[in-house]
Structure formats: C-alpha cells, structure tokens
C-alpha cells in the first residue's frame, strides 16, 4: 500500500494531476496537428506522385518529394525532434516553443507516411473517375480535389487512423525536447519518491484508453460513411 | 437525307498513335462537318476507341495535328482544358462521379468553368484599378457577370431542365450507386450536354447496358442527332449506325479503310475486310 499512499500524496495533495492534465492536452494537441498537417503535405505529395509526368516541373516536383519521403521515413523521429530543436533552430536563430517544433516535425514526419497511404487511396478510385473529370474541361488538380480525392478518403480512413494512433503513442519521446507530455507528467511523479510502478502501470492504462477511444470514433465515422452510401 | 452544312468543326490530319513500340493508329485523315453523325465501326483491337480518345487529347497524338476551334489539340501547349468543354465525351462505363449525386454530376463542370471565368475578369478588374492608380486616363472596369449564387442557380435549372427531357428530373438528388445502367448513361449524355458541346464523342455508350437498356440510350441519341447535334460514335450497333449515322468510318490496322453513306456501306462494301466484318456481324 505504500506505493499507493505515495503516488496519491504526489497525485492529488502536491497537485500532480494539474501537470498530467496539462501533459495529456500537450499530448494530444501534438498529434492531432501534426495528423492535420502530415495529411495537408501527404495529399499533395500524393497527388504530385500520380501526376502526369509530361513536363519538366512535374519532374522536378516528384523528385523533391522522394527526397523528402526518403529523409522523414528514413531517420528516426527523435533525431528529427533533436535536429529540429538543437540544430535548426539557432542556426536559422529562431526561438520557438518545444511544443510547436514538436507539431511541425510530427506534421512533417507523418506527411511522409500519409503520403503513402493517400496515394493508394487515390490508386484505389477507378481511373474512368479522374477521365471523366478531365473530359468535360477540369483541370487536373480541380478534378482530383473534387471527384477523386473525396472518393479516397473512405477508402483510406482505416489506414489514416492507425497513422493517428502511431502518432499519439509516438509523442512519447517529445520529452527529449522538453516538453511535458503525459509521460513526462506521470515520469515526474515517480521522480518525486523514485516509486515509478503506479505512475507508469497507469501511464500505460491512459494511452490504452485513448487509444481505443480513437479506435472506438473511428469505427462510428466509418459505419456513418457506409450509411451515406446505401441511403444514396 | 439532310444536306448538312458543310463547317469543319474538327478537322484530324495523320494522326498516328503509338504505344510503345506498337503502332496502333497509322495516320489518320478526317473531316467532321457541323452536324455529321459519323459512325466508326471495326473489329476490336483496330484502334477506334483510341482514335476517338486522342480526338480529345485523352491519349496524346503521336504525330499529326487535331484542328479545332483554330487552335491544334495535338500541341502540347494548347491548354487542352478550354477545348475539352466544348467538346463532350461519353463512356462506355458511364463513369459519372460516385461521390457526387445527379443534379452535382451534371453542373459541377459548368459552375466550376463560370467561377473560373469570374475569377479571370475579377484579376483583371484588379490590374485595372492598379492601372488607375498611376494614370490619369481611368480605364473601365470589366463586366464581372452573374454572382457565383446566380451561376448555381442557372447551372441547376439548366440541368432540370435537361433532366425533364429525359425524365429523370425525380432523381436529381439520388446518387449514381442507386441507378440502372441505362438511366446512368443516359445522365452521362446530359452532363455532357450541359456544357454546351460543339461535339460529342461516344465511345461505346451501349456496349456496358443490359440489352434492355440499350434502347432508351439509343432513342436518346437519335434524339439528339435529329437536333443537329454533331456527333462521333463509336459503336457495335450496326443498325444504329445505319439508321442514325450519315457517314460510317470502317477502321482496320489503325487505318480508315472504308468511308460512305450508310446505305452504300452496308449494302456495297467495296474493302474485303470489310465485306468479311459485315457478314460476320450482320
């Protein structure tokens, strides 16, 4: 019981629940935007990679996103985190947040992975959609964002899911750049008496919940989207 | 039959296709007259859903030029976009848009060309005003056209309106996924229609519908034919074509081999290959 009686002395009377609460808003607030901004850089990057390879931009375009793709997938997220951090940021003598490089690199990171996952949603589409979008005058980039891009999203929502999952269990390592997420909140408290069993047992427990939460919401939207198209 | 006014509205000189190492269109020759109905039969394989495709620059033209409205369809430069709407196409799998219901499949295209255009002259007026800054001589702004709330409603209309002709007015709101494969295409043709279309070309509208449904598709198109409208279509229906076509194109090994009046075509078939197809099909 002694462990208890300390992580509840650390939780609740040394106000440790305040700097959990905080962690977890951290925590989530990183993974969704960095999810909103990895889907905004993975669809054009997408969209680039299926593009009709005529002219020299296009060209040059697909190149510039390889290059991308190859150095985000390439490299471990805390390296870009330290990078980022450590690296980029005096030399470009820039002071931000940990929180907002924490967004911008998990939004660059899984713009890499998104990317992947979008292009084979629009791969999935039947390829007349896209033709018959071209053949009454749209223009490449209006038929995609208007015909095929929304028939790929139902396809894709499992798949973009789980990339919300990764993310939120992958801000674990945000500490590295000190910001207190929730693991850092919950390693805090075992810190304070080094009694680290109940912090991280329960750690463990609140990323299981949000995970199924997560897990939960998406199962509804989909049910919802399958529901639009039989009432159709 | 119809003397048909006699203004090119396309005018294709050896177009030639190549996929690849295969040469699947070896210089083709052809004059589309305003309000020609032609039809281009042939045996599959022989190139003429691809020539009908690079007609508007779905496929590229390997070589040879596609003239149209003074501009040629086949340079690379000629933004191809502006020519497509004014010349419609109609496909073998209907290929309306899934995601959007009937009403949306039949104005997306033309409210997306009048906001553009609205666009246009709106950067323009901005270039003008600029202008007017600097100099004394004011220069008058553009017309700017209808509010983009109006160019919906009178997309819409028009596409009740369309709609009412071919009686489907009732499923305006219904998406593709609910409807039989006739009404599909039939919509297909509407939407085609909504633009306006110098032309339209048909690649094989009849051969995906149930036989069933190939009649109310094809009283639909001789509708239009009898309207004047002008049209290349590509079809197995040899009756059709007979019926309703004022010249059959016979292709064969990316050529035209055989072209005439329909009643000249079937029933005195100069080109052997051509007189063994027609027997067997026939």
Redesign the interface.
């Known amino acids: 019981m002694k462990a208890w009686n300390v992580f509840y002395k650390q939780f609740i009377t040394y106000n440790g629940y305040k700097t959990v609460l905080n962690g977890l808003l951290t925590t989530v607030e990183i993974a969704v935007l960095g999810l909103i901004i990895g889907i905004l850089i993975g669809t054009i990057i997408a969209v680039v990679k299926v593009m009709p390879k ?1 002219k020299i931009l296009p060209k040059i375009l697909e190149k510039v996103c390889d290059v991308y793709v190859a150095f985000f997938r390439g490299t471990p997220m805390v390296v870009q985190l330290l990078i980022g951090y450590f690296v980029l940021m005096p030399a470009l003598n820039i002071m931000l947040d940990g929180v907002y490089v924490a967004i911008i690199i998990f939004g660059l990171n899984s713009g890499a992975y998104v990317s992947e996952i979008m292009r084979s949603g629009i791969q999935s589409v ?1 390829a ?2 896209l ?9 490449f980039w ?1 038929a995609m964002l ?2 095929v891009i ?2 790929s999203i139902k396809n894709i929502l499992p798949t973009l899911g789980n990339e919300f999952i990764v993310l939120i269990k992958e801000t674990s390592i945000v500490s590295f750049i000190a910001v207190t997420d929730v693991t850092k909140a919950f390693r805090a408290i075992g810190d304070a008496n080094y009694e680290y069993i109940i912090p991280y047992l329960t750690l463990a427990l609140v990323y299981l919940v949000i995970v199924l939460l997560i897990t939960f919401l998406i199962r509804l939207m989909e049910r919802r989207l399958k529901r639009s ?1 039989r009432s ?1 | 039959m119809k003397e048909v006014n006699k203004e090119t509205v396309i005018s294709i000189k050896g177009l030639t296709k190549n996929f690849g190492e295969k040469e699947v269109l070896k210089g083709i020759d052809l004059d589309i007259f305003n309000g020609d109905k032609i039809a281009i039969i042939g045996p599959s394989g022989c190139g003429k859903s691809t020539f009908l495709r690079c007609i508007n620059c779905m496929e590229d033209a390997t070589s040879g030029a596609i003239w149209f409205d003074g501009e040629n369809l086949a340079d690379m430069k000629v933004d191809i976009n502006v020519h497509r709407q004014k010349i419609g196409m109609v496909f073998q799998q209907f290929n309306l848009f899934n995601n959007l219901n009937v009403l949306d499949n039949i104005t997306l295209a033309p409210v997306i060309v009048a906001k553009n255009k609205r666009k246009k002259i709106q950067r323009q007026n901005l270039k003008i005003w600029f202008k007017n800054l600097f100099s004394k001589q004011k220069t008058a702004y553009l017309e700017l056209g209808d509010d983009i709330k109006i160019i919906k409603e009178k997309a819409e209309l028009k596409a009740i309106e369309l709609l009412k002709q071919i009686q489907l007015e009732e499923y305006a709101k219904a998406y593709p996924s609910t409807l039989s494969g006739g009404q599909k295409q039939r919509i297909a043709i509407v939407r085609a229609l909504a633009m306006d279309p110098k032309v339209i070309l048909f690649d094989e509208p009849t051969s995906a519908l149930d036989p069933e449904m190939v009649g109310e598709v094809l009283e639909l198109m001789k509708r239009l034919a009898n309207d004047g409208m002008t049209m290349v279509i590509v079809t197995h229906e040899m009756g059709f074509a007979r019926e309703v076509a004022n010249r059959v194109i016979f292709i064969d090994g990316g050529k035209i081999v055989e072209e005439n009046a329909p009643s000249e075509f079937f029933t005195n078939p100069q080109n052997e290959r051509l007189k063994d197809f027609l027997s067997k099909v026939l």
Do not use: H
Not at chain 1, 131 to 139: D, N, P, Q
């Open positions: 005529y039947d007349g959609q033709e018959a979008g071209r053949a009454v005058g749209l223009s209006t208007k015909i929304p028939q198209e159709k």
